[in-house]
């Protein structure tokens, strides 16, 4: 059998090999497979490499400076003001793209508080449900709600968590009793 005929029969499975194999060391040795792959160039695609990332590792070019300010937020109820650090997911970016926003919200069953924002967020990437923990900030998907954790939530599917308040919120959102007004903006 020719060489050419003998690598268009193993093509397939040069292919297949290095496409499973992609990412794994061998040590330093070359394969049969490999030696194959040389030969014939075409028989194999090169790897695109990923783009570069930012300085933040957001990916989205923007500099550092800016990509911390974009996941760090403030929310103010009353005279007292809350930090909160959102987590890099779709769901907390499309937060930010609506942010100034006022969120009227009720007390919701002594744990949190609950209140529906301008429009639904990006789910993507994100887990049917979750358990979130006392300071957590979340999304309520099925209401469009963003949420402020003060209490003990056990896992419910729908919830999102964004991100974390900062320091003692958690305690000061609980002492307010009832409806409050939040405006959360960029910090």
Do not use: C, K, W
């Given at each position: 059998m020719s060489l050419t005929k003998t690598m268009l029969t193993a093509a397939p499975t040069v292919i297949l090999t290095a496409l499973l194999g992609a990412g794994c060391g061998n040590g330093g040795e070359t394969s049969d497979d490999q030696r194959a792959d040389d030969l014939d160039p075409t028989a194999r695609s090169s790897p695109t490499p990923p783009p570069p990332r930012s300085p933040a590792g957001?990916?989205?070019?923007?500099?550092?400076?800016?990509?911390?300010?974009?996941?760090?937020?403030?929310?103010?109820?009353?005279?007292?003001t809350f930090a909160a650090t959102l987590q890099d997911s779709a769901p907390a970016r499309d937060l930010v793209a609506e942010l100034p926003v006022t969120v009227e919200m009720v007390d919701h069953g002594g744990v949190e508080k609950t209140g529906p924002l301008p429009g639904p967020l990006s789910l993507e990437g994100q887990p049917e449900g979750a358990d979130?923990?006392?300071?957590?900030?979340?999304?309520?998907?099925?209401?469009?709600?963003?949420?402020?954790?003060?209490?003990?939530?056990?896992?419910?599917?729908?919830?999102?968590?964004?991100?974390?308040?900062?320091?003692?919120a958690a305690e000061r959102i609980a002492d307010m009793d009832g409806s409050v007004t939040a405006t959360v903006e960029a910090r």
């Open positions: 957001t990916g989205t070019g923007e500099p550092a400076e800016s990509q911390e300010n974009r996941m760090n937020i403030q929310i103010t109820i009353g005279d007292q979130p923990d006392v300071g957590d900030l979340g999304y309520y998907a099925p209401g469009h709600d963003l949420v402020l954790y003060y209490g003990d939530q056990s896992y419910f599917p729908g919830i999102v968590v964004l991100g974390r308040m900062e320091g003692d």
